[in-house]
């Protein structure tokens, strides 16, 4: 038998999986993070080598905008979890 709780945990699974998908397939978000990303990048290729704090500037942003995405990502592989298990309890 499955308790409450595990099926508000599936609930909100799913439904943060609707809103990081929605976000993902947002046109200007990704345009936002591409813009964010690239300007990363351009500044650790053009950053000095002596300039250690301006490419560790860079290299963190960038990794925020791909964890930021990753992020999101894990939330729609979890609430594919959960809406299989829904599926599987409901047959």
Same mark, same amino acid.
């Given at each position: %038998?499955? %308790?409450?709780?595990?099926? @508000?945990? =599936?609930?909100?699974?799913?439904?943060?999986?609707?809103? !990081? =998908?929605?976000?993902? *397939?947002?046109?200007?978000?990704? @345009?936002?993070? &591409?813009?964010?990303?690239?300007?990363?990048?351009? &500044? %650790?290729?053009? /950053?000095?080598?002596?300039?250690?704090? @301006?490419?560790? !500037?860079?290299?963190?942003?960038? &990794?925020?905008? =791909?964890?930021?995405?990753? =992020?999101?990502?894990?939330?729609?592989?979890?609430?594919?979890? *959960? /809406?299989?298990?829904?599926?599987?309890? %409901?047959?």
């Amino acid at each position: %038998m499955t %308790m409450p709780h595990e099926i @508000a945990k =599936e609930n909100d699974d799913i439904e943060r999986a609707n809103r !990081a =998908e929605a976000l993902l *397939a947002n046109p200007m978000i990704n @345009a936002a993070l &591409d813009a964010i990303r690239l300007k990363a990048e351009s &500044d %650790m290729r053009n /950053a000095k080598l002596t300039d250690i704090p @301006a490419i560790q !500037a860079a290299k963190i942003r960038h &990794d925020m905008v =791909e964890q930021f995405r990753s =992020e999101l990502q894990q939330h729609i592989r979890s609430g594919a979890i *959960a /809406a299989d298990k829904r599926k599987k309890r %409901m047959n």
